[in-house]
């Protein structure tokens, strides 16, 4: 009897004190998992006083050190991340307290995209386990850890389906894909010309002006003010006549309206005399033809 009363209370007692030290490493986990090191409280207490989501993405810029966010699309959509999840804590009137937890949670969620490649269902799952240890619960053991009640518990749940499980695919290529290599790596190949003693055409006039080509490619070509002129000797003799010889002359010159009204009037005249005398010679032509038949029928 007392062997057996003495080995039950040694049986009972690790079983009762592996119990409570799982429980408490549990606990210890959770609270490792949620602690407030992703922003401190003075960060917090900043981002809180500005009063408009500008000053907050300026704010978090830096607290984040994202320096690069004109140019890597990655830094600008981790930032548009934080900054819309901060607005949306700030806008629920949460406590410092629950700013933190809820940044923690937003930044644990990408860690686990990221580094553990968790998928849909194991962050969705994942969300619900750490949500029933900070969440409202039945159990007022560890009440002090219970920090969001059941309305803001669901609203939580709502934005994040909203934001990052509605685009997580969004999220798994941008940190999976070799975006940057394809944006950025392209490679091409320019062919430079090369100098005069090689054998290169000169660049198109369509491409290069003569007054650029001359200046900085080409100095030892002429340009149009540079260009030797013809001796006046060389020049060919119609080429040596004045202007005025080899300018064509209007032959209307000096002549009035009424002039040239009288003109017409005389060419219009002789013409229509001319026509006016042919016609008539035909018909006199067949006039007789006519006269000879009649006279022809009239014999038989």
């Known amino acids: 009897m007392t062997g057996s009363s003495g080995a039950t209370p040694g049986a009972v007692t690790p079983a009762g004190s592996t119990a409570d030290s799982e429980k408490n490493t549990e606990f210890q986990e959770n609270e490792k998992i949620l602690s407030p090191d992703f922003l401190s409280v003075?960060?917090?207490?900043?981002?809180?006083?500005?009063?408009n989501v500008d000053g907050i993405q300026e704010?978090?810029?830096?607290?984040?050190?994202?320096?690069?966010?004109?140019?890597?699309?990655?830094?600008?959509?981790?930032l548009d991340?934080?900054?819309?999840?901060?607005?949306?804590?700030?806008?629920?009137?949460?406590?410092?307290?629950?700013?933190?937890?809820?940044?923690t949670l937003l930044d644990m969620l990408l860690h686990n995209l990221q580094t553990l490649h968790?998928?849909?269902?194991?962050?969705?799952?994942?969300?619900?386990?750490?949500?029933?240890?900070i969440g409202p619960n039945h159990s007022r053991k560890n009440a002090e850890s219970h920090v969001f009640d059941v309305k803001e518990a669901n609203a939580i749940t709502d934005y994040l389906k909203i934001s990052l499980f509605q685009h997580y695919r969004l999220y798994e290529f941008m940190f999976y894909s070799a975006r940057e290599e394809i944006v950025?790596?392209?490679?091409?190949?320019?062919?430079?010309?090369?100098?005069?003693?090689?054998?290169f055409p000169a660049p198109l006039e369509e491409g290069i002006s003569v007054d650029l080509y001359s200046n900085f490619i080409d100095r030892s070509l002429p340009t149009p003010e540079t260009?030797?002129?013809?001796?006046?000797?060389?020049?060919?003799?119609?080429?040596?006549q004045p202007e005025a010889e080899t300018a064509e002359v209007d032959p209307l010159v000096g002549?009035?309206?009424?002039?040239?009204?009288?003109?017409?009037?005389?060419?219009?005249?002789?013409?229509?005399?001319?026509i006016q005398k042919e016609i008539n010679e035909k018909l006199q032509a067949q006039e007789e033809a006519f006269s000879a038949r009649i006279e022809k029928l009239k014999k038989t």
């Open 42 to 51: 003075d960060q917090i207490t900043d981002l809180l006083e500005e009063p």
């Open 59 to 78: 704010k978090m810029s830096v607290f984040l050190n994202f320096k690069n966010l004109q140019t890597c699309l990655r830094d600008a959509i981790l």
């Open 81 to 103: 991340y934080y900054v819309s999840g901060f607005f949306w804590a700030k806008g629920m009137d949460f406590s410092i307290d629950q700013h933190s937890k809820f940044m």
């Open 118 to 133: 968790m998928s849909l269902e194991d962050s969705i799952k994942w969300l619900g386990e750490v949500m029933a240890e």
């Open 184 to 199: 950025i790596g392209t490679e091409q190949t320019i062919e430079v010309v090369k100098p005069a003693d090689y054998p």
């Open 227 to 240: 260009e030797p002129k013809v001796p006046d000797q060389e020049q060919s003799p119609q080429e040596a």
């Open 255 to 274: 002549f009035t309206i009424d002039d040239v009204k009288s003109a017409l009037a005389r060419v219009t005249d002789e013409v229509l005399l001319n």
